[in-house]
Each structure stands twice: as structure tokens, then as C-alpha cells.
């Protein structure tokens, strides 16, 4: 088990940069030949990063100078590390399910912008002219929620000449009202191959099918969805980790504080107190480190991000403070926040269920100024990487990075149901990875719980 450190994070860093990049290239070149090196160059890149933070957070490859499975006691001084993250875990898990899909929705664009008539017309000689109908065979309103206009199929010839000898291709039009003989349009084709069709569309747009970069159109869908991520950027990054260990434990109620060891571990019911007049939500059953005393046990709930089995073996018979501050009108089976305070002075933050005097032992009362409170190191090691709760969500993950590395080496793009069954599994594939290793994580905390 390893804790999160410099070389976890640095690794994380690039694989994001990776994705940014794959974005990036979508946006400058948005339909190019396959295979698409410069896209297979960020997967790379992504792919290696991920790799190399599997191998730290899974203790194959520690850092120089410190074995994969000692805790780093020591507080370096100068980089007191304050924070504790895991309490933005669920916000930043959201903000990445939003901001990844990014890159995808770029793809997704791409992929279904190089349909066989664009390939074929690329082939041939492309040119963006200006034509003008000369037939409208069909037109059809196509009237939804969120859009309303017509699709037609057209005959057109360059303007200024009528098309008589010449076979001037085929196209449709989308337009805001019925097109008419006369009517004016840039289209793209290829003069050799004039059986291939003509695609009718803005100067931008045209110009995005030639390699050049995403059209406003692709530039206005992915803003809107830019919405999403940036949103949940805000409720992730804002200051919701406590900036201060005690921060949220000590009320205005009387601090209780009570002297334990580290028994073993467990799990438990975290209900949280309400929140003026918002709805209380249901409990959630959470890992927990058993705390023990000279008049019973309590246990410290924590995040459920956390396994506290390493905990548990790293820190067996440590001896601490545990300081939670009940209100007058709690109820006992609300959790309040706690803080576990080792002689050593590192701290785990957490929860601890309120109770009654002859469910759980109450502490003693701590009154005036709190002294040295305020300790510089949360506790480790942090079990990043869980095999037994992972592994079969990564599996779907990885479905969906195999399926993005098909689409851009360009593997069944003169069809359509190959793309499509790609497109299919990497839309899914993060969703289904992510509801997977939280059932794999219930189930596993669960088997906790029967430890009692």
C-alpha cells in the first residue's frame, strides 16, 4: 500500500495532460488520414502515465530510499501537508467523469464527420466552390424540442453556369426554410469524382473537413458541454477540504476527548447531521478503524475512499486522542466529525457516531484553550490502489481506452458498424467502471461490517 505522494501525483498530472493534448490536436486538425499519429502520440503518453502511477500506488516501484510498505512518519519541515483530501474524493471523482468525456465529444465529432463521402471526396482532388441549385427533388421539415429546420436533396452546378453537360453532383442542404432553384452555396467536392456527392455547409465547417480546425459549430457543442465540468471544477476545487485538522470538530457545543488505541477494524452507519432546513440524506455504511478504551470502543468512521485495513496494520496499538463535540440536540444515531490526534502527531479525520452513555463511551469534557492541536501530517498509508475493489472497474476502462486507440488507427472506418461498437463501449465504458467499483466497494465494506 502506498500513500499519495509527489510521484502519484506528477503521474495523474500527465495523464490529464495526455487527454488535454488528444483535445487539443482534435481542435486544430479535426479530420485527418488515418491513423491519426499525433492522437496515438497523447494516447501514449497518457497510457504510460497511467502505468507509472499503478506501479507507485500499488507499491511496485517506491521512491528511492523508502520501502513500499513504511509509512513515512516524519514531518518534513517547511511541507507540513495539512489538508485532508480524501473528503473532496466524491467531487473530484464527478469533476473527472465531466472533463473527460471532453476529449471524447471531440471524437465522437471527428469520427462521424469521416463518413465514406468525405473519404472518397478527399481521394479526389477537394475544392470548396460556391454553386447554385439548379433541382430540389425532395425537402423535409424535421420539427424537435430543440431544433426545427429542412433537409433536402438538391442537384447544383457552379454558379454562373446551368449544368447542362456537365454531371454536377448530388447533395443535401440543411436550411431554415425550403431552398429553391437559384439559391446560392458553398459546397465541397471533388472535381474528378463528381459521383461522389457535394456536402453543402459554411466556409468554417467545409474548411474543418479539409484539416483544417473545428468548425463553430463543433467549437459552440463543446462549450455548452464545457458547462458541465466547470460547474463541478467549482464545487470541487473551492475550499471544502478542512484547510485545518480540527477544522469542523470543535463547535459550539462542549468538545469531548477521549483517550484510545487502534483495536482493529469495522464499518458503520454514517448519518450526517442536517444542514439547516435541507432534506437529510440516508445513511451510508462506511469503513471504520475500531478504537478502543478503558471504558469501551468507539469507532472512527472515514471516507469510504479510504481502506482502513493498511491503516489498521500500520498503526495496530497506537495510542491517540479522539476529539468530537456532540450538540444538544443531536440524536444518537446522527455522526458528528471527528478527529483522532496520535501521540505522534499525526491525525485521520473522520466521523464518530454521537450515541448514548450505554452505546458508547462519552470521553471527558475538554474545556479553556486546546493546546497543540493542530498537527501537521494526516496519517498513511492510503490504499490507492485496491485490487479487490478496482480491478474489474479498470477492466472498463481499459475496454474504452482499446476502443478510442481503434478509432483513431482508423480500424473499420469505411464502414459503419465498427465505429459505432467503438463509440458505443468508450461512452460506457467510464460509466460502467465507475458504478462497478462502487458495488465492488459496498460489498467490501460490507464483509467489514460482519467483522463485529
Known amino acids: 500500500m502506498r500513500e499519495r505522494d509527489l510521484g502519484t501525483a506528477a503521474a495523474s498530472a500527465l495523464a490529464w495532460a495526455g487527454a488535454a493534448a488528444f483535445l487539443i490536436c482534435l481542435l486544430v486538425r479535426k479530420i485527418a488520414p488515418y491513423p491519426r499519429w499525433d492522437l496515438l502520440a497523447c494516447l501514449a503518453v497518457s497510457a504510460g502515465a497511467v502505468l507509472m502511477w499503478w506501479l507507485r500506488a500499488s507499491g511496485r516501484l517506491a521512491p528511492a530510499g523508502r520501502a513500499a510498505t513504511e509509512p513515512d512518519r516524519s514531518v518534513t519541515v517547511g511541507r507540513r501537508r495539512t489538508r485532508w483530501w480524501p473528503e473532496r474524493r466524491i467531487e473530484l471523482v464527478i469533476l473527472a467523469l465531466t472533463a473527460l468525456p471532453l476529449p471524447l465529444v471531440m471524437l465522437f465529432l471527428s469520427t462521424t464527420a469521416s463518413t465514406p463521402q468525405v473519404t472518397a471526396i478527399l481521394a479526389h482532388h477537394p475544392r470548396i466552390v460556391e454553386v447554385t441549385i439548379t433541382q430540389v427533388h425532395h425537402s423535409y421539415l424535421k420539427d424537435g424540442r430543440n431544433y426545427r429546420y429542412y433537409e433536402s436533396a438538391v442537384t447544383v452546378a457552379a454558379t454562373g453556369r446551368s449544368g447542362k453537360g456537365s454531371p454536377w453532383p448530388k447533395g443535401t442542404v440543411q436550411t431554415s426554410h ?84 487502534l483495536a482493529g477494524v469495522g464499518a458503520g452507519d454514517r448519518l450526517r447531521r442536517p444542514v439547516g432546513t435541507s432534506k437529510q440524506a440516508g445513511p451510508v455504511l462506511s469503513p471504520a478503524l475500531r478504537l478502543a478504551s478503558s471504558s469501551g470502543t468507539r469507532d472512527l468512521l472515514l471516507e469510504r475512499c479510504l481502506d482502513p485495513v493498511p491503516l489498521a496494520d500500520a498503526l495496530k496499538d497506537s495510542q491517540g486522542r479522539l476529539y468530537w463535540t456532540p450538540r444538544a440536540n443531536d440524536r444518537p444515531e446522527w455522526s458528528t466529525p471527528a478527529l483522532l490526534v496520535l501521540d505522534d502527531g499525526r491525525y485521520l479525520r473522520g466521523a464518530t457516531a454521537i450515541g448514548t452513555p450505554t452505546q458508547a463511551p462519552t470521553g471527558e469534557p475538554v474545556t479553556g484553550f486546546l493546546p497543540g492541536l493542530e498537527p501537521g501530517r494526516p496519517m498513511g498509508p492510503y490504499a490507492l490502489w485496491q485490487p479487490h475493489v478496482h480491478t474489474p472497474g479498470v477492466l472498463c476502462f481499459a475496454a474504452a481506452f482499446i476502443a478510442v486507440v481503434l478509432l483513431v488507427s482508423g480500424v473499420g472506418s469505411g464502414g459503419e458498424a465498427l465505429p459505432t461498437a467503438c463509440l458505443l463501449v468508450v461512452a460506457s465504458g467510464p460509466l460502467a467502471g465507475v458504478l462497478m467499483i462502487g458495488r465492488r466497494r459496498t460489498r467490501y465494506v460490507r464483509q467489514l461490517a460482519q467483522q463485529r
Not at 457543442?221 to 467549482?234: C, D, G, Q, R
Not at 463547535?251 to 483517550?259: A, E, I, K
Open 178 to 261: 425550403p431552398p429553391h432553384p437559384g439559391n446560392r452555396f458553398l459546397g465541397l467536392y471533388a472535381t474528378d469524382a463528381p459521383a461522389a456527392g457535394i456536402i453543402l455547409d459554411s466556409r468554417a465547417e467545409l474548411h474543418a473537413l479539409l484539416g483544417g480546425h473545428a468548425g463553430p459549430g463543433d467549437l459552440a457543442l463543446l462549450a455548452l458541454y464545457s458547462l458541465f465540468p466547470l460547474v463541478f471544477a467549482v464545487a470541487a476545487l473551492r475550499a471544502r477540504a478542512a484547510s485545518l485538522a480540527s477544522e469542523g470538530v470543535f463547535g459550539d457545543g462542549g468538545t469531548r476527548m477521549l483517550r484510545v488505541r
